[in-house]
């Protein structure tokens, strides 16, 4: 019988001498005669639990049948390992990188750690960038069970926080007592530069506390319930500003690595008038999430035209934090034939393992456009006129010409019919535009009806998105006012006509609103001026409406 894939995955991958991880080996496929050989794993860490179980999933009448080896490993001594790959029925699992620091050495540990049940709160860096990564870990040691609990959230002021991942749970050794821990892991983007203080978690818990009675000289143990309270730590932040010599109006990207790939599809480097090529641009910055990343506005060159896709954002978590992608496709379109030089881009950011400006480079492309061969028109030859005047001598003497009755009255009836046809053509068309104009009259009344009625279904939604849009400029709120505006101006642009003036203040004020969310400037927006704008905006529409009403309807009286 066919083996299905082997997997193996680890709950943690950042240890140290006296802690453990899990370790889970999974085939596709139940029902397996033989076990694995784990020996390999043995090497540098020793096998303190095995556990074996089945699983059995039926979606949409397809079967799918799971079988799981799940070991604890404790680490025989520090340094950098692989877990090797494990074989099972011809198929191989992945091996996997461990990193395993020296217990000993840990400096985390607390007095407070020697009580049967502590929180601490640690970083793995107290000093950062604005906006660059932090990550904080969470972590519950306890000797006794926990019945129930609960964890506050993290909170501090001015910084946006992530989890990463699901809860941990392992075993550690603390000054040769063992303990059970549950981590929880979370970057930390502080947003203002100055000093920072991640607030205490709190942890409200009710426990079991084992107790000894005594009963006619016998004794036994008994387990009674206890409800907790516990605190961590707080955290203090240093947060350094953007650096000067960053370029100003790049996007700041505080990041570990940045990684840029390009393809495009098709991969030639020559197409047909009117073919789009597409180009695809993947960013991956460690340390970033997605939505942090740049759109890329590359420059058009004349003769050629792109339409950009929706970017397709991605986030990963590791130990190591968030990583995030963001996917853009661009569709280039040619209007004319000839060579073209698709412009190169470059992206700045900032190397915090290096602490120094780099950047990546976008190649150009260079392009040539062929016209597709069309038909061509064929040109009538004068010969034919030769021929015709070949046939009679040039110096031939032509016979006096005879005017015959019969050929005058013959003349006369001939143009009264062309006459007559074209004054009933005449006439035709003079019925046909008087009709056509009745339909337009008619048709200008039925979707002037259909525009009144659209504008009475839209007038509360426009009214109430209108209110929602200023009072969202007046928190001076970037990202609320972004999307509260864009909501409104959809619904606006559909039945209002502002005045060019009104429209291109408008779009300026917009413009910085952009520029403030999308890294082009760093300066504290104020929703002042967009509001201005739409007041703007609003007014001239309504003098506009009611200057094109009064104009129209001189011309259907």
């Known amino acids: 019988m066919a083996h299905g894939a082997l997997t193996a995955q680890v709950n943690r991958t950042q240890l140290n001498t006296q802690e453990t991880l899990t370790y889970?080996?999974?085939?596709?496929?139940?029902?397996?005669?033989?076990?694995?050989?784990?020996?390999?794993?043995?090497?540098?860490?020793?096998?303190?639990?095995?556990?074996?179980?089945?699983?059995?999933?039926?979606?949409?009448?397809?079967?799918?049948?799971?079988?799981?080896?799940?070991?604890?490993?404790?680490?025989?001594?520090?340094?950098?390992?692989?877990?090797?790959?494990?074989?099972?029925g011809g198929q191989s699992s992945q091996p996997i990188e461990?990193?395993?620091?020296?217990?000993?050495?840990?400096?985390?540990?607390?007095?407070?750690?020697?009580?049967?049940?502590?929180?601490?709160?640690?970083?793995?860096?107290?000093?950062?960038?604005?906006?660059?990564?932090?990550?904080?870990?969470?972590?519950?040691?306890?000797?006794?069970?926990?019945?129930?609990?609960?964890?506050?959230?993290?909170?501090?002021?001015?910084?946006?926080?992530k989890s990463l991942g699901n809860k941990k749970t392992y075993t550690t050794e603390i000054h040769h007592v063992m303990y059970k821990v549950i981590e929880q892991q979370y970057s930390v983007f502080a947003q203002q530069a100055g000093k920072?203080?991640?607030?205490?978690?709190?942890?409200?818990?009710?426990?079991?506390?084992p107790t000894q009675q005594t009963f006619f000289l016998s004794s036994f143990n008994q387990n009674t319930q206890q409800r907790i309270?516990?605190?961590?730590?707080?955290?203090?932040?240093?947060i350094k500003p953007k650096p000067a010599q960053y370029p100003a109006n790049a996007l700041w990207l505080p990041t570990t690595q940045l990684q840029t790939h390009v393809s495009w599809n098709p991969s030639q480097n020559s197409m047909k008038l009117g073919d789009p090529i597409t180009q695809v641009i993947t960013l991956t910055a460690q340390g970033l999430p997605a939505n942090r990343l740049p759109d890329l506005q590359p420059i058009t060159p004349i003769g050629m035209k792109n339409y950009p896709d929706q970017p397709q954002l991605q986030?990963?978590?590791?130990?190591?934090?968030?990583?995030?992608?963001?996917?853009?496709?661009?569709?280039?379109?040619?209007?004319?034939?000839?060579?073209?030089?698709?412009?190169?881009?470059?992206?700045?950011?900032?190397?915090?393992?290096k602490d120094e400006l780099a950047m990546n480079d976008i190649p150009g492309r260079q392009m040539d456009v062929i016209q597709t061969?069309?038909?061509?028109?064929?040109?009538?030859?004068?010969?034919?006129?030769?021929?015709?005047?070949?046939?009679?001598?040039?110096?031939?003497?032509?016979?006096?010409?005879?005017?015959?009755?019969?050929?005058?009255?013959?003349?006369?009836?001939?143009?009264?019919?062309?006459?007559?046809?074209?004054?009933?053509?005449?006439?035709?068309l003079l019925i046909g535009l008087w009709y056509l104009r009745r339909q337009i009259k008619k048709l200008k009344r039925i979707t002037q009806t259909s525009i009144n009625e659209h504008e009475k279904i839209l007038r509360p939604?426009?009214?109430?998105?209108?209110?929602?849009?200023?009072?969202?400029?007046?928190q001076s709120d970037p990202k609320i006012a972004k999307k509260a505006v864009d909501a409104w101006y959809l619904i606006f642009a559909q039945t209002h006509s502002p005045s060019q003036a009104a429209l291109s203040h408008f779009e300026q004020?917009?413009?910085?609103?952009?520029?403030?969310?999308?890294?082009?400037?760093?300066?504290?927006?104020?929703?002042?001026?967009?509001?201005?704008?739409?007041?703007?905006?609003e007014k001239s529409s309504m003098n506009s409406d009611n200057k094109t009403t009064d104009a129209l309807a001189p011309l259907y009286p």
Not at 99 to 122: C, E, F, K
Not at 204 to 209: K, M, P, S, W
Not at 229 to 238: D, K
Request: overall charge neutral.
């Open 24 to 88: 889970t080996l999974t085939l596709d496929q139940q029902g397996v005669s033989r076990e694995p050989n784990f020996s390999l794993l043995t090497q540098n860490f020793s096998i303190m639990a095995k556990e074996q179980s089945s699983n059995i999933n039926v979606l949409n009448g397809q079967m799918n049948a799971q079988t799981s080896w799940t070991l604890e490993l404790a680490p025989k001594h520090a340094g950098k390992f692989i877990l090797p790959a494990i074989l099972l």
């Open 98 to 161: 461990v990193n395993v620091t020296d217990g000993n050495a840990r400096q985390t540990t607390t007095a407070s750690q020697q009580a049967p049940i502590s929180i601490v709160l640690t970083a793995n860096k107290t000093s950062a960038y604005l906006q660059e990564q932090i990550i904080l870990t969470l972590r519950v040691y306890h000797q006794v069970n926990i019945i129930d609990g609960t964890l506050s959230d993290l909170t501090a002021n001015n910084a946006t926080i």
């Open 196 to 209: 920072q203080t991640i607030s205490p978690v709190l942890l409200d818990a009710i426990i079991e506390q």
């Open 229 to 238: 309270q516990l605190r961590s730590n707080a955290i203090q932040l240093t």
């Open 315 to 353: 986030d990963t978590t590791t130990d190591q934090g968030i990583t995030g992608q963001k996917t853009q496709s661009i569709a280039w379109l040619s209007t004319q034939s000839g060579h073209f030089q698709l412009p190169s881009q470059r992206i700045y950011w900032w190397n915090t393992n």
């Open 373 to 428: 061969p069309g038909t061509s028109t064929p040109i009538a030859s004068s010969n034919t006129r030769a021929s015709f005047s070949n046939k009679i001598p040039r110096n031939t003497q032509l016979p006096p010409r005879v005017f015959k009755q019969n050929n005058i009255v013959t003349h006369l009836v001939w143009w009264e019919i062309l006459a007559a046809s074209l004054s009933g053509i005449i006439f035709l």
């Open 461 to 474: 939604d426009l009214n109430r998105l209108f209110k929602s849009a200023l009072q969202a400029c007046e």
């Open 509 to 537: 004020a917009m413009h910085q609103l952009n520029a403030h969310l999308y890294g082009y400037e760093s300066t504290v927006w104020s929703g002042a001026e967009l509001k201005q704008s739409i007041l703007i905006l």
